[in-house]
């Protein structure tokens, strides 16, 4: 049986109420007694459930929140710690300050109207709600939170199609400076991701054997991978400076590429190729090794894809890759007795 009260302070109803033996005093900021009875009855049936009254939660900030999930990520070691911080740049300027209690199902609407309209797209937008949802996960783990409320994501229809002809590398590999054509080919060739290519070190690589090892903690899914290496990259690699740890090494040779975009879009401007990733370059790279008959087991293998779904969005198709099987349907076709159309 509960032994909570309600008395007045001023105009305004208070209750007190216990759990575990400790005494919670709560201001209902209302001149009603009836409503005073309604928040004691609220509070202690939160009590007989083994919650925590819900004006603990009420001292509770976002900051706060922010803090635990950025030591998780570091404790945990995850890599996706750049991308959680540019989310939080994005959350903070509409929760911080915010009681817990106060982020609710409407204002995760609100921010998604608001991000919409600055031109955020669909993708960015989910990912900084995953972000947001984290957050709050977590403090309902360290009974910070009292529940999660529903964060409806956005429908994802923003698939990027984008890949590289032959032609159209060899004349951006042209256009860009000579210490980043190592860079790229090594992407077009292989699939690896910017990030692997970046931080890929001398230790990491056998030039006898013409094998590159990727290690699990140098990889995004934490699978290690090792690529055997065709004869023109082993001779351009045997080329570059062996002074730097890095394979591919910054303009001035001292450490690894940090920020190469600039130097891209000048190159792709000159190549005369449209707004090009260099994401783009993985996707081809699946595209050609499938082309060239690598089983598909192995060029995921090279590429470093974990998952048949995400492979299968990068093995791209081409309108030409449609008008030769269009073609090539055609023949076959033609090589039958008769047409298969304008006979009776």
């Known amino acids: 049986m509960f032994m909570g009260m309600i008395y007045k302070r001023g105009q305004m109803y208070w209750i007190k109420y216990y759990r575990n033996g400790k005494p919670y005093r709560e201001s209902t900021r209302s001149r009603k007694e009836a409503d005073a009875k309604r928040l004691l ?3 202690e049936g939160e009590i007989s459930q083994g919650k925590l009254p819900g004006v603990y939660f009420d001292k509770v900030r976002y900051e706060e929140l922010v803090q635990d999930l950025i030591q998780d990520y570091e404790i945990n070691g995850k890599k996706s710690m750049p991308r959680l911080r540019c989310s939080l740049k994005h959350l903070d300027r509409a929760f911080e300050g915010m ?4 982020i609710t199902a409407s204002r995760a609407k609100a921010y998604i109207k608001n991000r919409l309209s600055a031109g955020a797209s669909n993708a960015t937008i989910n990912r900084e709600l995953s972000a947001l949802k ?3 996960s977590l403090g309902v783990e360290q009974e910070k939170v009292d529940r999660v409320p529903h964060i409806q994501k956005l429908k994802e229809n923003n698939v990027r199609k984008g890949f590289f002809e032959h032609h159209d590398f060899l004349a951006l590999r042209i256009a860009l400076p000579s210490y980043l054509r190592g860079f790229v080919t090594f992407g077009y060739k292989y699939g690896c991701r910017a990030s692997e290519i970046r931080n890929l070190t001398w230790n990491q690589v056998d ?4 094998t590159v090892r990727f290690e699990a903690e140098d990889t995004k899914n934490d699978e290690p991978r ?7 990259v082993k001779e351009m690699m045997t080329k570059q400076p062996k002074s730097c ?4 090494p910054n303009r001035e040779g001292t450490g690894k590429i940090v920020n190469y975009y600039n130097m891209w879009r000048k190159a792709c401007k000159a190549a005369e190729i449209g ?10 790279a699946v595209r050609n090794m499938v082309r060239s008959g690598t089983p598909e087991v192995v060029a995921m293998k090279i590429s470093g894809h974990k998952t048949r779904a995400v492979f299968d969005r990068y093995n791209i198709v081409s309108e030409n890759d449609l008008k030769e099987a269009s073609e090539r349907l055609e023949t ?3 090589s039958l007795n008769g047409h298969s159309y304008g006979h009776n």
């Open 41 to 43: 009855k609220k509070r």
């Open 99 to 102: 009681r817990v209690t106060q």
């Open 134 to 136: 984290r957050l709050l």
């Open 207 to 210: 030039l006898e054997q013409g």
């Open 226 to 232: 090792t690529i055997l290496v065709d004869s023109e």
């Open 245 to 248: 740890p890095y394979v591919f």
């Open 275 to 284: 707004d090009k990733l260099f994401h783009d370059l993985r996707r081809t």
């Open 332 to 334: 076959y076709l033609n």
